[in-house]
Nanobody, 124 residues
């Protein structure tokens, strides 16, 4: 499983950014996909997850109402649209996959597969 995140960059507070997660081996069809962010020295935090079977979504309370995760089976990718960004959203974002359902991965932040992240910097 070779997950790859892209779309990061620098954005001003209040701005919007959309990240994409792709995987060449169709893993997005087999696993629930979680977006995770990591700040050096602060550990990792699962921010959003999408169920690969029915598209149900889960969100961390800190991003609810601002972030939207969605799965596009035609384009074979999972996106994370991030709105109303604040400096506290600054982190390395990566996508992860696990046989465990979103209810578990969002609670435990443990995964079987993950790829390199994409850096998001929110700063004026």
């Amino acid at each position: 499983v070779q997950l790859q995140a892209s779309g990061g960059g620098r954005v001003q507070p209040g701005g919007t950014l959309t990240l994409s997660c792709t995987e060449p081996g169709r893993a997005l069809d087999r696993y629930d996909i979680t977006w995770v962010r990591r700040v050096p020295g602060e550990g990792r935090e699962a921010v959003a997850c999408v169920d690969h079977r029915n598209g149900d979504t889960w969100y961390h309370t800190s991003v609810t109402g601002r972030f939207t995760i969605s799965r596009d089976p035609v384009a074979d990718r999972v996106t994370l649209q991030m709105r109303s960004l604040t400096p506290s959203d600054t982190a390395d974002y990566f996508c992860a996959a696990s046989p465990s359902p979103c209810e578990v991965t969002m609670r435990t932040s443990t995964f079987d597969y993950w790829g390199r992240g994409t850096l998001v910097t929110v700063s004026s």
